[in-house]
């Protein structure tokens, strides 16, 4: 069985200081086993790999551009972690062309047991920018219902965000025994939760006609979620949102995030 999949939900973003804001919007990804990218490609009318169609998924759109695979399992090297396992990045596909995620999400499974060992979070910003966090899964939550993360936020998103944040993930994996799947991000400083976000979604069998039924029920969705997040500055800045100089990005396009282990 395919582990690759079709998920389908709603983004929520709330802003809770200093001014309030909230936004909702309608969202389909792509879980997509790294492994099953060929055969994918074959299979599938409507999506392709590195060329045009309706849906489309080119590796230079993620990473260092110089292929998925290799670039992820060199990170789990880098941080000491065994490569080999499944990978699968969770992302919306091109569109026509068309393609930004906001953050793609890849799990990292051991190769022995095929327990979730890692989680990658890659960020891109409306500057063109892109950058990850790679963080272990602590042992205890390997095989559970829900993985929580957290790491110092090392990269600039939105202008009116300073780094001096913490973001905290709650993730409920994707699984083929599971119908939903869940990402929460929040960020906080000093006095606490900032903004929140999550995404909720339910799983789908990947085929043709799945693609064609969310090509119609969203229509050109990548130019929707670029013209949502200026949309959406506007708002926050009509609102009073105070504006941070955007900084140099960080030297490494990687953050490998060292965790200590949690107390049993």
Known sequence: MSESALYVGSVMHQRLR?????????????????????????????????RFNLFSLHESDYGDGQGLLQHVERQLAAAGLRTGG???????PRILGHAFNPLS???????EDAALQAILYEVNNTFGERHSYLIPVDESEAGAERVTQQCDKDFHVSPFLGLDLRYGFRIEPPRQDRDGLGIGVSASDAEGVVLNARLDARRRALGDAALLRVFVTHPLL??????????????????GARLHRRPAPPAKPVTLVIVKAKDS
């Open 18 to 50: 200093p001014v309030r804001h909230r936004l909702d919007y309608r969202l389909f990804s792509l879980l997509v086993d790294l492994d099953e990218l060929d055969g994918l490609d074959r299979r599938l009318r409507l999506f392709s790999v590195g």
């Open 86 to 92: 499944a990978i699968r990045l969770l992302s919306m």
């Open 105 to 111: 999400v890849y799990f990292c499974h051991r190769p």
């Open 222 to 239: 990548a130019l929707k979620v670029v013209a949502a997040i200026h949309w959406e500055a506007l708002r926050l800045w009509f609102k």
